[in-house]
């Protein structure tokens, strides 16, 4: 992610939520923000501490490229998040809705769409939504699949 982009997350987080942070590195280490100091163009300027330890304080640049992820400490209700960084920009990005969310009329599309196509083209799809919406696609299509076979079996 480039640097304006770590920019724009860290100011919609309001600035006594920073201490609830903790900014994980390409490298997997952990650092507890206590605050941000500077935003450079390049990097950024942080107090804080090296999770499992107890010297805080410490300062750190950290180049916007080595930043992995940055993570709540503490659970966060999602409404509680979703208020914090205010209304999604509007562009091309459709959200898509929870597993065992009601179904919309375009999911329900797709739908029809892969079963007709062999339902390869909604394996691929889910597959790149995430490893949990995935695991839900494959389970859901070898259901589909038995419930088919059962059907189509002759009855003894």
């Given at each position: 992610?480039?640097?304006?982009?770590?920019?724009?997350?860290?100011?919609?987080?309001?600035?006594?939520?920073?201490?609830?942070?903790?900014?994980?590195?390409?490298?997997?280490?952990?650092?507890?923000?206590?605050?941000?100091?500077?935003?450079?163009?390049?990097?950024?300027?942080?107090?804080?501490?090296?999770?499992?330890?107890?010297?805080?304080?410490?300062?750190?640049?950290?180049?916007y490229d080595q930043i992995n992820y940055l993570a709540f400490r503490e659970g966060m209700k999602e409404?509680?998040?979703?208020?914090?960084?205010?209304?999604?920009?509007?562009?091309?990005?459709?959200?898509?809705?929870?597993?065992?969310?009601?179904?919309?009329?375009?999911?329900?599309?797709?739908?029809?769409?892969?079963?007709?196509?062999?339902?390869?083209?909604?394996?691929?799809?889910?597959?790149?939504?995430?490893?949990?919406?995935?695991?839900?696609?494959?389970?859901?299509?070898?259901?589909?699949?038995?419930?088919q076979e059962a059907a189509k079996a002759p009855s003894k």
């Open positions: 992610m480039q640097g304006a982009a770590w920019v724009g997350i860290l100011r919609s987080i309001p600035t006594e939520q920073h201490e609830k942070l903790v900014l994980i590195t390409g490298d997997g280490t952990e650092i507890n923000l206590q605050g941000v100091l500077r935003e450079e163009r390049d990097y950024l300027l942080i107090r804080g501490r090296l999770a499992a330890s107890t010297e805080a304080g410490r300062v750190f640049f950290i180049p409404a509680e998040v979703l208020a914090m960084l205010g209304p999604a920009p509007a562009g091309p990005f459709v959200a898509r809705p929870a597993p065992g969310a009601p179904e919309t009329a375009q999911a329900s599309a797709e739908k029809d769409t892969d079963s007709e196509a062999g339902g390869a083209t909604g394996l691929a799809t889910s597959l790149n939504r995430g490893p949990q919406n995935a695991k839900a696609a494959l389970l859901e299509r070898l259901r589909r699949s038995r419930s």
